[in-house]
Every structure is written in structure tokens, then in C-alpha cells.
């Protein structure tokens, strides 16, 4: 499935910490990533933590040995509590983050380490845009949620051939769990989350593969300080237009933020994270970034944030690469329908293979509009540097911009329209490398979602993608898919 990111409504303000995306992709080749079902823009850090409800977390290996620590320390306090039990809809565990945690005005740090998407995806994608029709059970501080997710999908052209394009059917089952230990008035929260798929494809054996994504993630919030954390493995085999094939990935990421307010208008923000990235025969990498942020709240519906990030790159086989971006943030919420989260600025980077140094524009935006109650729309673009998986000592320059429309049929079923373009132009990162390859994809999808029962949701979708790919190492390709998704929740 393809990036890009539907429309929803922008709800009222409400706050909590930001939290990261799993995986984090350091410096890979371009994934095929979906974004969850929607938005939600708000000016951050107003009050108790959110209920990421669907993101990959820690699992207790022993809740009642926690449950049994935490009230010797005085239980109530950490833990209010809560109806014996309760089921509400939730967002499904997926490689993007769910709605609840893309909030937050530091969401756009963790997003810009995930490379934007043209290739194919992995099975966990296709049933994003059925997770807000999940449950999640709670018994005390306890939450949790169950799931078996399947698909179905036929590719015209499941290697991304140039040529002589294959076809396969694409089956894929699989379990989706999340738990999770305190709720939103929470002094302190855990949670894990584990998503499992068996590929199976009908024509291509050696395509065959389990991928799974395992999660752990947690904060704490005190009287002013608040902290979070995120640590995930996934292993996975996909497609990649970098490479021109499907590839195996393994991705190891931790992450860490902070935020403190110094006055009711004015806070600090501090954020860091390390991503390992591994792929089967194709180079992976290492990265490292620290982010700061000053933010001041001009307007009870505008925050202004300035910010630097400081990054080390360090791609296998290559030489090391330092930058530093100096970067403007506006959060903003209009009006009641209209949601802003965008930052700018200009990144410098060195190259220790003496390569001269260079100057990029860089920017992360989203903008949502829930236009009536049964229509939104939503804007993404992103531009930034990665560092090539296929082609050594070369990095592209990504820009990227995706259109989205949904549309309520009814009250379970909804329709998602979607357009989007990727120009990737690749550079040299040391002296003895020409380059001259230059990406052009784009991308079309639409697709249906229907709750049938309580526990139960259907989806269908077809898409059809195209990377325009020039130079002697480029690797045009052109592709329709269709498929069927069901979940059944437990």
C-alpha cells in the first residue's frame, strides 16, 4: 500500500507527548508505507498524556508482578481508577503511527526519519484503514485488543519488473496484539504490541516469508516534566523503488523525548533517536539524531517552535555524513475543521569523503480539513535526504506530496481517494561517484471500508502506481493492485 494519509476531523485541543513512528527508518530505500486513517493537528503538550492505543509498546512479562509494585508506591495515584470493563474503538497496531499519537508538535521529527513510499507493502498496511473499526477491551488499568488480520491481493507486476511483468496473488494472515498499562490520566503508561503475518504467494515461493513488527513504548508525566520512550523490531520483505525488487529489511529503532513547560506560554522540547536498518544483499545504515525545539504559544490556536537537528549518518560501506538543519514550526488550529502541523528550514551537510559540503531545503507538513461531517481531506509533503540502499556512496533527495479525500457512505462505511507524487534526485556522496538518476512516481488508489459486524470489518481497494525512473541506473516500473482485507477482532 502506498503513503498516503486520509482525511478526519481535527478534534477539539487536547495534548500529550508526541511519540515516534515504528519503525523509524534511518537511512533506507523508499517503503511503501500507509498512514493511518487520520489526523490529529493540535497545539501540544496541554495536558495528560494521550492513549496511544494502537502503537507498538512494552508487554509486561508479568502484570501482576507490576500491578503488585506499583500499589506498594501508592497505586491510586499512578492509576486512577477505571470501569471494570470496557470495549471502545481503537486504532489498529500498524507500521505508521495510529491517530492518537500523531499528535503533538514533535510528530514531525519522528516522521521525517521514515523514507517516503513508492514500492510495494508489507501486510500489516493493508488493513490500516479498518483499524478505527477495532476494539480495545479494558479491565482496570488494563487495556487491551486481539486481532486476526487477512488480505488478499492480486499484483500485475509483484517484482517491479521493467519488462516481462509476473502477476501473484498475495495471501497474508496474521495476529495483531496490544496491551497496555495506565490510560490517559495516567501518571505512568506501558504498552506493547506485536503484529504477525504469514505471505504467501501463489507463482513466486522465494517471496514467501513470516514478517512481524514487536513494539515496546511508555511515558511518565509529572508535575511539569514529561517523558516518553519507544523501542520496536521489525522484520519485513517488501518492495523498494530504490532498489527495483523486493527486498528483506530488519529495522531496530530506540527513541526518546522530553518536554518541559518554563511558563504557561513558553516550553522546551528535546528528542533523540537511533535507527539500524539491514536489507537482504542491498547496504543498510546507521543514524543518530538529537532535536531541540523552543516553542511559544502566540495564540490559544497557534504555537511558533524554533529548532535545530543535529544528525550522523552512517551508511555500510560508505563514509560517515554530519548535518545540522536550522528549522521553523508552526501547530495551529484555525478553526474547529482545519488542522496545520508543518516545520521548514535548510539543512547543511559534510561528507567525510571530502565531498563538498551542501545546502537543502527541508520540510514536513500536514494539513486536514474535515470539510463537513461526512467529508475531509488531507495534504501531506515532505522533503529530506536519504541516504541510497541500492547505489553506494549516493544519497536522493526526496521530495514528496500526497492528496487524500474520504468520504462517509454511511455510519460503517466509508469511501478514501488518494493522489500522490515522489520526485527522488540522486546525489554523489564522495568524489569518485557520478550520478545521474532521477525518480519521478506517482500513484493513484481508491478504496472502501465497512464495519460489517461489532468485531468484523471488510475492505477492498485498487491502485495503480508508476515510477517515471531515468538514468542508466534507474529502474522504471509500472503496476496495478487490488485486494481484499478482513479483521476480526477477539
Given at each position: 500500500?502506498?503513503?498516503?494519509?486520509?482525511?478526519?476531523?481535527?478534534?477539539?485541543?487536547?495534548?500529550?507527548?508526541?511519540?515516534?513512528?515504528?519503525?523509524?527508518?534511518?537511512?533506507?530505500?523508499?517503503?511503501?508505507?500507509?498512514?493511518?486513517?487520520?489526523?490529529?493537528?493540535?497545539?501540544?503538550?496541554?495536558?495528560?498524556?494521550?492513549?496511544?492505543?494502537?502503537?507498538?509498546?512494552?508487554?509486561?512479562?508479568?502484570?501482576?508482578?507490576?500491578?503488585?509494585?506499583?500499589?506498594?508506591?501508592?497505586?491510586?495515584?499512578?492509576?486512577?481508577?477505571?470501569?471494570?470493563?470496557?470495549?471502545?474503538?481503537?486504532?489498529?497496531?500498524?507500521?505508521?503511527?495510529?491517530?492518537?499519537?500523531?499528535?503533538?508538535?514533535?510528530?514531525?521529527?519522528?516522521?521525517?526519519?521514515?523514507?517516503?513510499?513508492?514500492?510495494?507493502?508489507?501486510?500489516?498496511e493493508n488493513y490500516a484503514e479498518m483499524a478505527r473499526y477495532s476494539q480495545m477491551h479494558r479491565k482496570g488499568p488494563l487495556s487491551y485488543s486481539l486481532r486476526l488480520n487477512t488480505s488478499s491481493i492480486y499484483d500485475d507486476n509483484i517484482t517491479l519488473a521493467t519488462r516481462d511483468k509476473r502477476g501473484d496473488l498475495h495471501l497474508a494472515m496474521g495476529p495483531a496484539l496490544r496491551v497496555l498499562l495506565g490510560g490517559d490520566e495516567s501518571t505512568l503508561r506501558l504498552g506493547a504490541s506485536y503484529n504477525g503475518a504469514a505471505s504467501w504467494f501463489v507463482r513466486t515461493p522465494a517471496q514467501r516469508a513470516y514478517e512481524q513488527n514487536l513494539g515496546i513504548d511508555g511515558g511518565w508525566s509529572g508535575s511539569r516534566l514529561t517523558l516518553g520512550f519507544r523501542m520496536g523490531v521489525q522484520s519485513t520483505r517488501?518492495?523498494?523503488?530504490?532498489?527495483?525488487?523486493?527486498?528483506?529489511?530488519?529495522?531496530?529503532?530506540?527513541?526518546?523525548?522530553?518536554?518541559?513547560?518554563?511558563?504557561?506560554?513558553?516550553?522546551?522540547?528535546?528528542?533523540?533517536?537511533?535507527?539500524?536498518?539491514?536489507?537482504?544483499?542491498?547496504?543498510?545504515?546507521?543514524?543518530?539524531?538529537?532535536?531541540?525545539?523552543?516553542?511559544?504559544?502566540?495564540?490559544?490556536?497557534?504555537?511558533?517552535?524554533?529548532?535545530?537537528?543535529?544528525?550522523?549518518?552512517?551508511?555500510?560501506?560508505?563514509?560517515?555524513?554530519?548535518?545540522?538543519?536550522?528549522?521553523?514550526?508552526?501547530?495551529?488550529?484555525?478553526?474547529?475543521?482545519?488542522?496545520?502541523?508543518?516545520?521548514?528550514?535548510?539543512?547543511?551537510?559534510?561528507?567525510?569523503?571530502?565531498?563538498?559540503?551542501?545546502?537543502?531545503?527541508?520540510?514536513?507538513?500536514?494539513?486536514?480539513?474535515?470539510?463537513?461531517?461526512?467529508?475531509?481531506?488531507?495534504?501531506?509533503?515532505?522533503?529530506?535526504?536519504?541516504?541510497?540502499?541500492?547505489?553506494?556512496?549516493?544519497?536522493?533527495?526526496?521530495?514528496?506530496?500526497?492528496?487524500?479525500?474520504?468520504?462517509?457512505?454511511?455510519?460503517?462505511?466509508?469511501?478514501?481517494?488518494?493522489?500522490?507524487?515522489?520526485?527522488?534526485?540522486?546525489?554523489?556522496?564522495?568524489?569518485?561517484?557520478?550520478?545521474?538518476?532521477?525518480?519521478?512516481?506517482?500513484?493513484?488508489?481508491?478504496?472502501?471500508?465497512?464495519?460489517?459486524?461489532?468485531?468484523?470489518?471488510?475492505?477492498?481497494?485498487?491502485?495503480?502506481?508508476?515510477?517515471?525512473?531515468?538514468?542508466?541506473?534507474?529502474?522504471?516500473?509500472?503496476?496495478?493492485?487490488?485486494?481484499?482485507?478482513?479483521?476480526?477482532?477477539?
Open positions: 500500500m502506498l503513503a498516503h494519509s486520509t482525511g478526519a476531523s481535527v478534534p477539539p485541543p487536547a495534548a500529550g507527548f508526541p511519540e515516534p513512528t515504528l519503525p523509524l527508518f534511518g537511512q533506507e530505500s523508499r517503503l511503501d508505507l500507509s498512514s493511518s486513517p487520520g489526523q490529529r493537528l493540535r497545539p501540544p503538550w496541554s495536558g495528560p498524556l494521550p492513549d496511544p492505543t494502537e502503537s507498538p509498546g512494552f508487554d509486561p512479562a508479568s502484570d501482576q508482578a507490576i500491578l503488585s509494585a506499583l500499589n506498594a508506591r501508592g497505586y491510586e495515584a499512578l492509576f486512577p481508577p477505571q470501569p471494570a470493563e470496557e470495549v471502545y474503538p481503537t486504532i489498529l497496531a500498524d507500521v505508521l503511527p495510529a491517530e492518537s499519537e500523531r499528535e503533538g508538535s514533535n510528530l514531525l521529527f519522528w516522521q521525517a526519519a521514515v523514507p517516503p513510499s513508492t514500492g510495494d507493502s508489507s501486510p500489516f517488501s518492495g523498494s523503488a530504490d532498489a527495483g525488487e523486493r527486498v528483506g529489511r530488519q529495522v531496530f529503532y530506540w527513541g526518546l523525548t522530553s518536554f518541559y513547560p518554563f511558563t504557561p506560554k513558553l516550553s522546551g522540547e528535546l528528542s533523540a533517536d537511533v535507527t539500524r536498518a539491514k536489507f537482504d544483499a542491498l547496504l543498510g545504515s546507521r543514524e543518530y539524531r538529537a532535536q531541540q525545539y523552543l516553542s511559544y504559544q502566540l495564540t490559544p490556536k497557534m504555537q511558533l517552535g524554533l529548532g535545530a537537528t543535529e544528525g550522523l549518518l552512517r551508511p555500510d560501506g560508505g563514509l560517515q555524513q554530519n548535518y545540522e538543519q536550522a528549522l521553523l514550526r508552526v501547530v495551529a488550529q484555525p478553526t474547529a475543521k482545519l488542522g496545520v502541523n508543518a516545520s521548514a528550514g535548510m539543512e547543511h551537510r559534510h561528507f567525510e569523503s571530502g565531498l563538498e559540503s551542501t545546502f537543502t531545503p527541508v520540510y514536513n507538513a500536514v494539513v486536514s480539513w474535515q470539510a463537513t461531517g461526512q467529508t475531509s481531506f488531507s495534504l501531506e509533503g515532505r522533503r529530506r535526504v536519504f541516504s541510497s540502499a541500492s547505489l553506494g556512496s549516493q544519497n536522493y533527495e526526496s521530495t514528496n506530496l500526497t492528496l487524500s479525500a474520504r468520504e462517509m457512505l454511511a455510519a460503517t462505511v466509508d469511501a478514501t481517494v488518494a493522489l500522490g507524487t515522489e520526485r527522488a534526485d540522486y546525489k554523489a556522496a564522495t568524489t569518485t561517484v557520478q550520478s545521474t538518476r532521477r525518480d519521478d512516481f506517482v500513484f493513484t488508489r481508491a478504496s472502501v471500508d465497512w464495519a460489517v459486524l461489532k468485531n468484523c470489518s471488510l475492505g477492498v481497494f485498487y491502485e495503480f502506481s508508476k515510477n517515471l525512473s531515468k538514468g542508466p541506473e534507474g529502474h522504471p516500473f509500472q503496476r496495478n493492485r487490488a485486494g481484499l482485507s478482513v479483521s476480526l477482532s477477539f
